[in-house]
């Protein structure tokens, strides 16, 4: 898709096809980063160097060493900004046919990953749900000095170097995680840089958040918090609502902003 805008490459493993660029992806956020996210109405591009697994990007800086690629011969983790997404999807060989995997999938996007909870939101947070052509669009349209990639990531053993990508070459290892993340099923977008970036983040604005997300879930509570469910709940619901929607927490025929009931029944009243 261009639009007029810089096009962004699906990056695609040998023997699978590219996503539906309306599929769902979905994104973690402590209150903190919540928070932030509303009052500046911004999404997070982050140097790969400062994500907090240290092993990140180090198949690439390998293979980099010895692997004839003029096009990245000269450069490091330091080049690339990304943000990573979860698709909420499972491995269907954990189930025992496709309508299982199915409801298993629905059950995640219901209530989110309690390992995802528990990782990124442990004390308070929100799962935010947009598309993948809604992030494409809004990251294609802005800061157009960098080469843009997008894609599944992959779960390998650390010994195993097989995977490799039908497009893009050197930028595939970019898209190959440690096998102790795969519970993330990441989806993730690469931001490539001719020079060596010197700031840890940078940010891409969002025209309309009412449009952009097309859901808040509120991470689950037990009997001591749930005040910060329910308070993170309202606050979402009230700055984000559509005008057009008369205050109602609707969109598409669905609640925009939801409480999760992971860990039991929890009213939306404070």
């Not at 650390?158 to 190959?176: A, H, Q």
Request: aromatic residues 14%; charged residues 25%.
């Amino acid at each position: 898709m261009d639009n007029g805008n810089k096009i962004m490459e699906a990056c695609v493993f040998d023997g699978e096809t590219d996503l539906n660029p309306d599929t769902p992806i979905y994104q973690y956020m402590a209150i903190e980063k919540f928070l932030y996210f509303l009052k500046y109405r911004q999404i997070t591009f982050s140097k790969l160097s400062s994500w907090p697994d240290a092993r990140e990007g180090a198949r690439f800086e390998f293979i980099r060493e010895i692997h004839d690629d003029e096009k990245y011969s000269q450069k490091t983790i330091n080049h690339f900004l990304g943000s990573s997404w979860t698709l909420q999807i499972e491995n269907q060989c954990k189930y025992s046919s496709k309508d299982e995997r199915q409801k298993a999938e629905e059950e995640i996007q219901k209530h989110g990953s309690a390992s995802m909870w528990e990782t990124y939101c442990r004390q308070g947070g929100v799962r935010i749900k947009t598309t993948i052509k809604k992030l494409e669009n809004l990251v294609s349209g802005q800061h157009n000095n960098y080469q843009f990639y997008r894609g599944v990531a992959h779960y390998a053993p650390e010994n195993y170097w097989s995977k490799t990508l039908s497009t893009s070459g050197l930028i595939s290892k970019l898209f190959i995680k440690r096998v102790p993340f795969r519970h993330e099923s990441e989806y993730r977008f690469i931001l490539d840089s001719e020079n060596e970036i010197q700031v840890d983040h940078i940010f891409f604005d969002i025209n309309n958040l009412y449009d952009f997300v097309d859901e808040f879930l509120i991470a689950p509570a037990t009997s001591k918090d749930i005040w910060i469910s329910r308070m993170l709940y309202h606050y979402a619901v009230s700055i984000t609502n559509s005008p057009e929607i008369n205050g109602t927490n609707q969109k598409t025929d669905m609640k925009y902003c939801r409480i999760s009931q992971l860990y039991g029944n929890i009213s939306h009243e404070i």
